[in-house]
């Protein structure tokens, strides 16, 4: 892999992390938000009888959203669940070809399989402007049904961010002695 390459990488992935993270950033003050909803509808219910489906349906909301845009994130700050039997004993080469197939063989085919399932599945909530069964509900359900298509994209390009990673350390020529 020649230099040229290596540094076009290294662009194309840092563009992707940079992005990715703040949108993971921006994210997770939705878990702020959740808590605060969630401590007023509590308020409102038991101290006041009032019940309000519009701020129940809100916490939904920012929970799928939250999980669905901050998961390239974390993914990207390598948070996520990982079995460590053979990882953990690996030298740096041999881990970053693991997650460099992983990358390839799992995440990016997934990625691409749920954006093409979920495409007419998002379209036709967005035809009829899909809402809630409630009355008083969030009537953006076809909205939140767009997420679907925003996770995985993002995660897409962090599974392409991380081939480009791995690949450059995988490919990379074994220095000479003395060097």
């Keep these: 892999m020649t230099a040229n390459w290596r540094l076009a990488l290294a662009q194309i992935s840092a563009?992707?992390?940079?992005l990715n993270h703040?949108?993971?950033r921006t994210a997770a003050w939705l878990a702020l938000a959740m808590v605060l909803v969630q401590f007023s509808v509590v308020v409102l219910r038991y101290v006041f009888g009032i019940?309000?489906?519009l701020l129940q349906e809100s916490i939904l909301y920012m929970h799928g959203v939250l999980f669905m845009m901050a998961a390239a994130d974390t993914f990207l700050q390598d948070a996520h669940v990982r079995v460590d039997i053979?990882?953990?004993q690996a030298s740096q080469k041999r881990k970053a070809l693991i997650d460099m197939l992983g990358c390839l063989c799992l995440i990016l085919p997934f990625c691409?399989?749920?954006f093409a399932v979920s495409l007419d599945y998002v379209s036709l909530s967005w035809s009829v402007r899909e809402g809630s069964r409630e009355t008083s509900g969030i009537q953006g359900v076809y909205l939140l049904k767009s997420v679907i298509l925003v996770f995985a994209v993002q995660m897409g390009l962090q599974a392409l961010?991380?081939?480009?990673?791995n690949a450059t350390l995988v490919f990379a020529k074994p220095k000479a002695v003395g060097q």
């Design 15 to 18: 563009w992707i992390d940079t």
């Design 22 to 24: 703040k949108i993971g």
């Design 51 to 53: 019940g309000s489906i």
């Design 86 to 88: 053979f990882y953990a």
């Design 112 to 114: 691409i399989l749920l």
């Design 161 to 165: 961010s991380g081939i480009f990673k």
